[in-house]
């Protein structure tokens, strides 16, 4: 069983937890991409089999969210399972809200939060933060690439539309919208809609696949090992080669058009066989998915 499960991942469960379920229900090698927190919901991407080999592939590691944004107070874990640290005096509104984003849009420095899964000598940084260790991280690149404003939520509260690129802490970035206002922030609310060419609108959720594995139809879920891939460029190669490339071998670069150290996805007919680049005169092979 090979392939990837687009996972609806509910609120109140942690990514590792939602792995472990479907790792019992497939009976195989299983990992994820793009943690979530417990508290959020949304896409998670679930690798299994020989797909877990293909994680640093990934041709897309954008990711999409809605957001709640409270600017009732700043907590100590920027989200709302935290302890407010600094209570909220008012709440801004839209006007002031729209000229502030700009300032988030586009490449920004962001500084991950102390209760993160980040390490620091082999140690995450939230089991630092719950000891009541001083942690300070280094500020560190991130791309908006869309961010706009949503309707309006309670009292205290709007809605944010965010695009981003891979390794954004939305929770970091309403807190820090928060402090560019001069209204502290928490992110009350997240769910992931999309992650890569795996979106909401045809994730599963966990009944669903458990529903599925008992009827024996499990395997139906799954989207085919190259689905993350499909922007590298395509090689096919002759059927003379398929034995060698099965074998991951190093082979004749005159079998397909590609640039000096250009990664490229092989295929033997129909089946891929794995992810290589072009080196001089040969195709090597980066990562090999039938053997082993």
């Known amino acids: 069983m090979n392939g990837f499960l687009n996972l609806l991942k509910p609120p109140g469960m942690s990514s590792g937890a939602a792995v472990a379920v479907i790792k019992r229900l497939a009976g195989a090698r299983v990992g994820h991409a793009g943690t979530l927190d417990p508290e959020a919901a949304g896409v998670?991407?679930?690798?299994?089999?020989r797909a877990t080999r293909l994680l640093d592939y990934f041709t897309d590691k954008s990711k999409s969210y809605v957001a709640e944004?409270?600017?009732?107070g700043a907590t100590d874990t920027q989200d709302a399972q935290g302890m407010i640290r600094t209570p909220g005096t008012r709440i801004p509104d839209r006007t002031e809200i729209e000229r502030a984003l700009s300032a988030f849009r586009g490449t920004i420095l962001q500084r991950p939060p102390a209760y993160s899964a980040l390490k620091?000598?082999?140690?995450?940084?939230?089991?630092?933060a719950r000891k009541g260790q001083e942690v300070e991280t280094e500020a560190r690149e991130t791309e908006i690439r869309s961010l706009t404003l949503g309707e309006r939520t309670g009292a205290d509260g709007y809605m944010l539309h965010v695009d981003c690129g891979g390794g954004t802490y939305i929770r970091t970035l309403c807190h820090d919208i928060g402090a560019a206002l001069g209204a502290p922030a928490h992110m009350r609310f997240l769910l992931r809609t999309r992650a890569g060419v795996f979106s909401i609108e045809n994730a599963v959720t966990l009944e669903e696949v458990q529903?599925?594995?008992?009827?024996?139809?499990f395997e139906k879920l799954l989207l085919p090992l190259d689905a993350p891939l499909l922007t590298l460029p395509r090689v096919d190669l002759p059927e003379k080669y398929w034995k060698l490339g099965r074998n991951g071998g190093k082979l004749p670069s005159e079998t397909a058009q590609l640039q000096q150290n250009e990664q490229c996805r092989i295929y033997a007919g129909e089946e891929l066989l794995g992810v290589g680049h072009r080196d001089g005169t040969v195709i090597r092979f980066d990562v090999g998915l039938t053997g082993g």
């Open 211 to 217: 529903e599925a594995a008992a009827q024996g139809g």
């Open 69 to 72: 944004i409270s600017f009732s």
């Open 44 to 49: 998670l991407p679930i690798m299994i089999g």
């Open 120 to 128: 620091k000598n082999g140690v995450p940084l939230y089991a630092l």
